[in-house]
């Protein structure tokens, strides 16, 4: 689960790391009071949404200016501008994608001198199972591309979670941001705050960007990007309450709600696999074959009925899904419970794109059986690699 920067930011000033006095707003309105209560001369006014690259994004609607989602504003009528230009508008950065995310808040901050700007970030390392940190000379940037340009930029370590963090990692940030004195105690402090609060809220990416050093010789994050372990959620009702339903996809929320593994792609072919290795193996054939899948959907292992039922009515319900291909492996999983929550969902909400299925493993032969004697219009496939080539092939010819 993802949450704003306003709300991140708020997150860590629980774990004393030094972040801007700012105030989230909806309208003009509270944009003007929170720009007089944070007194200026410099504000910075941000828009709030669930992807980077704000400052370098374009708002599709031209009342909204040229300027990209955070500007800096030096008076309090500027605020007030910037706030009515941004809100309601549509912010296409390079995360977004073209289709964009509408900006619904905003955020009003102090502004900042920055003497020298840094990166930051933590997340899981699943290949030693610990929380590593990245860090980087190259603050303000896209990290992916001092990846990919000037490598030696970036420094990676990780902590063992028996020991948690030691000075030595104070010290190793420290000497890959090329601080000293104070500023590398003021360093070894923030990596303790922030690994702290990575652990203690069960965050699965903690980016800091740009982590900045002022004028006045402070460490500073003047932005934070945090994401959470959706399994982890139960524990922190606090963290659940800053969910923003808006920012999500509807058929998403609505799996979310059946305890369904779904993620919405871009492509053509609804997909229902039962095992995430196998769901990713479904989506790598439609692409062999021409086409690209327009979701990723694994039910599980132990789905009910109704749980298949409502996992095809979340296929359909998408306007890009042209073709649907119900591909399952029954071990847990029977073939015959997955069959009658296909007929239950056609029957449901109609059947109006061609629909392949392929059956395998315990009790398939009664769920052949059952779509055979459904008199419904589904197309069998006897193996992954058919099933692939039917699907394909039948939303070509309904093109």
Known sequence: MNIHEYQA???????????????????????????????GPLWVVKSQ???????????KEAAAGEKGGVRLARSVDEVKTFVQQMMGNTLVTIQTGP???????????????IEKEFYLSALVDRETSRVAFVVSTEGGMDIEEVA???????????????????????????????????????????IGQLYAAFV???????EINPLIVTPQGQLKCLDAKISFDSNSLYRHPEIMALRDESEEDAKEIEASKHDLAYIALEGSIGCMVNGAGLAMATLDIIKLY???????????????????TAAFQIITS???????????????????????????????????????????????????????????????ADDLDDAAQKIVKAVKEAA
């Not at 203690?200 to 990416?205: Q, V, Y």
């Not at 073939?335 to 296909?342: E, K």
Request: proline share 5%; aromatic share 4%; charged share 20%.
């Open 148 to 190: 990919h340009s000037t490598p030696e930029k970036i420094h990676t370590f990780s902590v063992d979670p028996a020991t948690g963090v030691m000075p030595h990692h104070g010290r190793t940030v420290a000497k890959a941001l090329g601080l000293s004195g104070d500023l590398a105690k003021q360093a070894s402090k923030l």
């Open 9 to 39: 930011k708020a997150v860590l000033k629980e774990f004393g790391v030094p972040v801007s006095r700012g105030v989230p707003v909806l309208d003009v309105a509270q944009a003007e009071a929170a720009a007089n209560e944070l007194g």
């Open 200 to 206: 203690a809220k069960d965050m699965a990416m903690l």
């Open 290 to 308: 021409g086409e690209s899948p327009a979701n990723f959907l694994d039910v599980g292992g132990g789905a009910t009925e109704e749980k298949v």
């Open 318 to 380: 998408d306007p890009s899904v042209k073709g649907i291909l119900v591909n399952i492996f029954g071990g847990i999983m029977k073939c015959d419970v997955i069959a009658r929550g296909v007929l239950a969902a056609v029957k449901a909400v109609g059947l109006q794109v061609p629909l392949v299925v392929r059956l395998e493993g315990t009790n398939v032969e009664e769920g052949k059986q059952i779509i055979l004697d459904s008199g419904l219009n589904v197309i069998p």
């Open 99 to 113: 289709a964009g995310k509408q900006v619904n808040r905003i955020y009003v901050e102090d502004g900042s001198d």
């Open 49 to 59: 949404i669930h992807a980077g690259g704000r400052g370098k994004g374009k708002f």
